[in-house]
């Protein structure tokens, strides 16, 4: 079955440190995997996609992510959080061009301590 | 603004009644998506369309919801009869057909007394 983990629901960061979110996920074919971020009341805005090719990604607001088919995992990192990173965070995968659908995971919920 | 656009973005009713969602879509995309998430869930696929033909439903989509696309371009979700377990945030997003990413609207909220 085709499926997104999350294991952490929330984290709480100080402001400067680093961040890591995992994501693992379960899919029968070459993955489209994908992060977004929420805000309260709002839609989401992708963070940052991966494909094909080099499996560290670059996005905006300074994330970035691995893919590692090994683990089946596609981790969010970013070296300095800011106050305003405080968001929920979905990792999502699909198999592209196919349907485009994506199925989320459930989320994580990122707080930022001043 | 160019991206997708909901309306309403809020929206009570009573148990009972029906409520009608609106999608607009970012133009030159040929799909588009409804999803459903409920508070500290992440968005559940409900069903998409490419132009204006259904391709697929998910068995979340029970009887009583239904979603248009007439003309290829807007798209309606219909909630007949709702119950208070309807109460979540809808969201629609779109896509070009092979690009592989969505883009997602505001939500439209709803809330069922």
């Known amino acids: 079955a085709q499926s997104v983990t999350q294991p952490d629901i929330h984290i709480t960061v100080s402001e400067g440190a680093s961040l890591e979110l995992r994501c693992n996920y379960s899919?029968?074919?070459?993955?489209?995997l994908f992060w977004y971020v929420q805000s309260p009341g709002q839609g989401l805005q992708l963070l940052l996609k991966?494909?094909?090719?080099?499996?560290l990604v670059q996005g905006i607001k300074g994330f970035e992510a691995e893919f590692k088919r090994s683990q089946s995992s596609f981790n969010l990192r970013k070296p300095s959080v800011h106050w305003s990173d405080a968001a929920e965070y979905f990792c999502a995968v699909g198999g592209g061009g196919a349907t485009n659908k994506l199925i989320f995971g459930t989320g994580t919920l990122l707080a930022v301590q001043p | 603004d160019t991206g997708v656009s909901q309306d309403p973005r809020h929206k009570i009713t009573k148990r009972g009644q029906n409520v009608t969602f609106r999608c607009d879509p970012i133009?030159?995309?040929?799909?588009l998506y409804w999803y459903r998430q409920t508070l500290g869930q992440g968005p559940e696929f409900l069903t998409y369309f490419q132009n204006e033909a259904q391709l697929e439903k998910s068995r979340l989509l029970s009887d009583r919801f239904s979603a248009e696309r007439p003309k290829g371009s807007f798209s309606t979700l219909e909630i007949q009869r709702t119950e208070q377990g309807d109460s979540a945030m809808y969201l629609c997003a779109s896509s070009f057909q092979g690009s592989g990413e969505l883009f997602f609207g505001e939500g439209s909220r709803l809330t069922v007394l």
């Open positions: 899919y029968g074919a070459t993955p489209y």
């Open positions: 991966y494909f094909s090719g080099d499996t």
């Open positions: 133009s030159e995309h040929n799909r």
